[in-house]
């Protein structure tokens, strides 16, 4: 049997291949390239809903521009980041979920099942959040 480090070693080698081949879904997104539903833009960042949703309330904040993950983030874009999480904020109050409470998500590489290596915030509320997540 093909242990399970080694199977997830080649999931992540073949989704940043598929990347490499066919492009970022998210550059995409934020360029309009592929449809989705954009709730928030600005010149610096995108919100849409996230596809297979957890919650009533699932969406993520994406930069723009590309940037695979949290570990390729440069001192230079701390305005950015920062940016970004005032935007959560506004989302939050939008959907009427900042009173009640919502949870924010960065997953970073393979063992914490990052899947999709264009940086994004999940913002995911309208439900009761279990701690600590699986
Ligand atoms: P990750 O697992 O990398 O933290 O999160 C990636 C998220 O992107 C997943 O929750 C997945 O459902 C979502 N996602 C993947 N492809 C698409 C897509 O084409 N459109 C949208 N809206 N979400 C997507
Ligand atoms: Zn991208």
Redesign the pocket.
């Known amino acids: 049997m093909i242990p399970f480090a080694v199977k997830k070693f080649f999931f992540y080698a073949y989704k940043r291949g598929m990347m490499k081949l066919f492009g970022c ?1 998210f550059c995409q ?1 934020a360029a309009h390239e592929r449809p ?1 539903e954009i709730l928030y833009e600005d010149e610096h960042c995108v919100v ?5 949703p ?1 919650a009533p309330v699932h969406l ?1 904040v994406i930069p723009r521009r590309h940037i695979g993950s949290l570990n390729d983030l440069v001192e230079a874009d701390r305005n950015l980041i920062g940016h970004m999480m005032t935007v959560v904020g506004l989302m939050a109050r939008r959907q009427g979920i900042d009173r009640t409470g919502y949870r924010t ?1 960065i ?1 970073t590489n393979a063992e914490a ?4 290596f264009h940086l ?1 915030i ?1 913002v995911l509320g309208g439900r009761i959040l279990k701690w600590p997540p699986g």
Request: aromatic share 6%.
């Open positions: 879904i997104m989705a849409f809903p996230d596809i297979h957890q993520l998500v997953n099942g990052q899947t999709v994004h999940h």
